[in-house]
């Protein structure tokens, strides 16, 4: 519940950008899903920029562009 609304608190002034550290990370799997399809819904309505942090595969490849940490480096996937 504390996810839900601290989610809800950080989209209800339409940010232009959201920051997101393993959003989903204490989620069941379909409330994990049905919040980030709620983000990239905000997303393209309002153009607004996200970056997601996860170690969830499935989250990863619903984003535009996938950056992992090799080495201590970002490369692009």
Known sequence: QRQRVALARALL???AFLLADELTGNLDHD???AIIRLIVQFKNRWGMG???STH????A???DLVFILKDGNLVPL
């Open 13 to 15: 002034n339409r940010p």
């Open 31 to 33: 409330t994990g899903l």
């Open 50 to 52: 996200v970056i997601i």
């Open 61 to 63: 490849r619903m984003m």
């Open 56 to 59: 969830n595969e499935e989250i």
